[in-house]
């Protein structure tokens, strides 16, 4: 059995369809096993016999739409590419708090379109691309409100096909699906 992680975008628990419960059922009935959530925030990792990955986002965001009127973005990530990206510790010597807000961005793409800035903005420094994981590495500093201009400009350099994690529920993900 192959072991994923589905990052889920825009999910907000306060909408009674993106609510844990719900998306457990929905991938339950999509044949799944070991289907577990983490966090209330579109974090749901679950083992099946398939191996193509895109036709797994595919599968499983038409069945969110279906079921649940949940647009879009679903982004897939095996255990064994999470697992080798917390292995490579790409923020190692950093603490994550909230002058050093530890983010992962992941790409459905397999390459983004523009290559990641050094510095965004004064609050934001890039680590970089990780290739293998697809996704952009950030510190932020977080005690500034304008941190959010961040978050507003990867969706308009990148669009809608992301989705940002801390480094925190990256590792919590890992753990998950090691159970």
């Known amino acids: 059995m192959n072991r994923y992680a589905a990052l889920l975008r825009g999910i907000m628990p306060t909408n009674p369809n993106m609510r844990n419960e719900k998306l457990r059922g929905v991938f339950e009935g999509l ?8 966090l209330s925030s579109g974090n749901l990792v679950f083992r099946c016999a398939d191996t193509d990955a895109v036709e797994l986002e595919d599968r499983i965001q038409r069945a969110l739409n279906r079921e649940l009127g949940i647009p879009g973005g679903t982004i897939l990530r095996s255990y064994e590419e999470l697992r080798a990206l917390v292995d490579r510790d790409p923020f190692e010597g950093l603490t994550h708090e909230r002058g050093s807000y530890l983010t992962v961005t992941f790409f459905k793409d397999p390459k983004p379109t523009v290559e990641p800035p050094d510095s965004v903005d004064e609050l934001t420094r890039v680590i970089g ?29 990148y669009g809608k096909d992301i989705t940002t994690r801390t480094w925190l529920t990256v590792q919590r993900i890992v753990k998950k699906l090691e159970t």
Request: no cysteine.
């Open 31 to 38: 044949g799944f096993e070991r289907v577990a959530t983490l």
């Open 129 to 157: 691309y990780d290739a293998d994981a697809r996704a952009f590495l950030t510190v932020i500093d977080n005690s500034n409100p304008k941190t959010t201009d961040f978050m507003a400009w990867l969706d308009k350099t």
